[in-house]
């Protein structure tokens, strides 16, 4: 018996679309990734590209629980001689909606090339709206 490897090109991304209002963070977070990856796949491969893409709606509407809110930290380092920056998630959600959705599916990602191209397949938008209609994402219950 072989096992068969497959290889990039054959690969079919899919799309899928997630609605974040009134959900957790990091249950959404670990769907999106997992779907990211490719593990929902019979076909998973942990060295290729074999995911899919995953668009999130309503992040500005994603949820904590407990005291997370002022309790998590964000920290930024700018390089410099007490250049830290530390932000709390509700800082950070009014400034950038967005971002803590995508670090933290980015930090469930592999910290290499792979990880690089995968996140790319993430789109996270504020609101409701997304331009990806014509790929006709199928809807994904977290």
Not at 61 to 81: A, C, F
Not at 116 to 124: E, F, P, S, W
Request: hydrophobic share 30%.
């Amino acid at each position: 018996m072989n096992t068969i490897f497959t290889k990039g090109k054959d690969f079919k991304h899919d799309w899928y679309v997630i609605d974040a209002s009134g959900k957790t963070l990091g249950r959404v977070a670990a769907k999106a990734a997992s779907i990211l990856r490719g593990k929902h796949k019979p076909t998973y491969t942990p060295n290729e590209d074999c995911g899919d893409v995953v668009v999130i709606v309503n992040a500005d509407k994603i949820q904590v629980s407990g005291n997370k809110g002022e309790d998590k930290l964000y920290r930024h380092y700018t390089g410099y001689v007490g250049g830290l920056r530390s932000y709390s998630f509700n800082d950070l959600i009014a400034k950038h909606p967005t971002d803590p959705l995508r670090r933290t599916i980015w930090g469930m990602l592999p910290h290499n090339r792979l990880g690089r191209k995968i996140i790319g397949y993430l789109k996270v938008y504020a609101g409701s709206e997304h331009p990806h209609v014509a790929q006709n994402p199928k809807p994904l219950e977290v």
